[in-house]
């Protein structure tokens, strides 16, 4: 009798993990049809009524868009300058990006805010004694115009944090497609 419980005892545990192993499976499969079920039709595609730049916030953390429109950037016609991305945004009417490029930052930021353009120069020296053209300013900080402007020579060096710049350089193609853009008057949203 002894040798009987023997032998009735393992197959007895070897059916008892099988049936809970039988168990596991079937709620894992019973939690993905319920999970699938939930997930609504439309999920991975495209509302008509969510803009880019709501879209773009609304994405994981290093799966953003680097050159995606940033939220809370105002609305209408506008610069936009991420001081954080040294990346800007010329935004026409119906809020449509016409064009978005990366920039150099002076050593002088301005801050987050609303502006707007005060003052354009052709081409002038900068303050640290570069040629420059198409320059478009829109604020001071401390004394410091801050503004957008292309070299002359096309370079796009970075700022001696020494030395108080303000001027925000561009490619001379971003720098004109800018001139043409920023006029007068025309509103200018800095963003973190």
Not at 39 to 53: E, F, I, K, M, Y
Not at 66 to 83: D, I, K
Not at 147 to 156: H, L, P
Not at 159 to 176: L, M, Q
Request: glycine share 12%.
């Amino acid at each position: 009798m002894a040798s009987q419980i023997r032998r009735t005892g393992p197959r007895s545990s070897s059916g008892f993990v099988a049936a809970l192993t039988a168990a596991a499976i079937a709620g894992i499969g019973f939690l993905a049809y319920q999970a699938s079920a939930s997930v609504p039709a439309d999920l991975g595609t495209a509302h008509a009524n969510s803009s880019p730049a709501a879209s773009a916030a609304n994405a994981p953390r290093g799966k953003q868009d680097p050159a995606a429109l940033p939220a809370g950037s105002g609305a209408g016609a506008r610069v936009v300058y991420s001081v954080a991305a040294d990346r800007v945004w010329l935004i026409g009417k119906g809020e449509q990006v016409r064009r978005s490029f990366r920039v150099t930052p002076g050593s002088v930021d301005p801050a987050p805010g609303s502006y707007a353009v005060t003052s354009r120069s052709k081409a002038v020296t900068g303050t640290d004694g570069t040629p420059i053209e198409h320059v478009v300013r829109f604020t001071s900080v401390d004394g410091v115009t801050i503004g957008f402007s292309a070299a002359r020579a096309g370079s796009t060096p970075v700022s001696d944090p020494g030395v108080k710049t303000g001027g925000i350089r561009e490619s001379r193609a971003d720098g004109k497609a800018m001139w043409d853009f920023a006029t007068i008057g025309r509103k200018v949203v800095v963003v973190r």
